[in-house]
């Protein structure tokens, strides 16, 4: 049994070569049956094909472990399919169960008088490395939902000519405060308004961190040239604002965002009336 414990790569790719087909086929019907239908049966044969192929090729290189370099095709394509799973919404186990079921193809193969106790372990390595890049993509994915969701959370409306308004719902973190802030200053140089309002009324409360955020958008919208106001200004706010010592200096403030746009419009028709810029 010495030279089964201790079979090469080569023979190893020998060996799975010669029962490719037969090893393809169990391997296909058990991943088919734990997937129920989630991938057609010719996709799935179509991904094997190509996996098993790698994995002969980094056989015959010499390979035996995954982080070998002649793997590194066969992580490429591993990387690929597992982004993809992660895409259509698949599972981690869904997506790593792909992989091990390669298992159900190479246990007969112990009768043929090699070891393939090396070719089991690079099975668990290429269902660790599955699972891995999945979570990976994933994590990704989610990320960039709640990168559209904060920029769909955070509109910029113009409601008049040369004013225009941002009302804000929900919780003013550092990140989303950062999302206002470009969002309400491209605007302006698109729209070349004169005047922002950024309306709190559907912020559930204000504290230090988000008066903040706020007082440094009113800052770089001023450096634009714009004049801001805020709006939404409630009695429980307001009691906060004052409990807490937060200054808004010489910041417009008021009560509703009606109250804010007409003082907008005011400013505007005065500032034109005397030829100068709102």
């Known amino acids: 049994m010495a030279d089964v414990a201790t079979a090469a790569p080569e023979t190893l790719a020998q060996t799975l070569a010669a029962h490719a087909e037969r090893v ?7 991943a088919a049956r ?38 590194d ?19 981690p186990r869904e997506t790593a169960i792909g992989i091990f079921a390669l298992k159900e193809g190479l246990y007969p193969l112990a009768s043929a008088g090699v070891d393939i106790t090396p070719l089991l372990r690079l099975v668990d ?8 890049t ?6 990704a994915i989610i990320a960039e939902q709640a990168e559209q969701l904060l920029e769909l959370s955070t509109p910029v409306v113009k409601l008049w000519e040369g004013i225009v308004a941002v009302p804000l719902v929900g919780t003013l973190d550092s990140a989303r405060a950062q999302v206002v802030m470009e969002k309400l200053l491209n605007t302006l140089v698109d729209t070349g308004s004169e005047h922002a309002i950024i309306d709190i009324t559907g912020v559930p409360a204000v504290d230090t961190q988000v008066a903040q955020h706020l007082l440094k958008t009113v800052v770089a919208a001023r450096l634009m040239g714009a004049e801001c106001t805020i709006s939404g200004i409630r009695p429980q706010i307001a009691q906060t604002i004052v409990a807490l010592g937060i200054e808004f200096g010489d910041i417009r403030t008021r009560a509703t965002l009606a109250d804010a746009l007409v003082d907008a419009l005011r400013a505007t028709r005065a500032a034109r009336q005397v030829g100068l810029p709102a």
């Open 125 to 132: 390595q290429l269902g660790l490395l599955t699972f891995e």
């Open 24 to 30: 393809r086929g169990v391997w296909l019907d058990a």
């Open 134 to 139: 999945f979570a990976a993509a994933r994590e």
């Open 34 to 71: 734990e997937l129920h239908g989630r991938t057609s049966r010719g996709e799935l044969d179509r991904e094997q094909a190509e996996i098993l192929d790698a994995l002969l090729d980094g056989l015959r290189s010499g390979g035996i472990a995954l982080a070998d370099p002649a793997f």
């Open 73 to 91: 095709q066969l992580r490429g394509i591993l990387a690929d399919v597992s982004a993809t799973r992660a895409r259509l919404g698949f599972t």
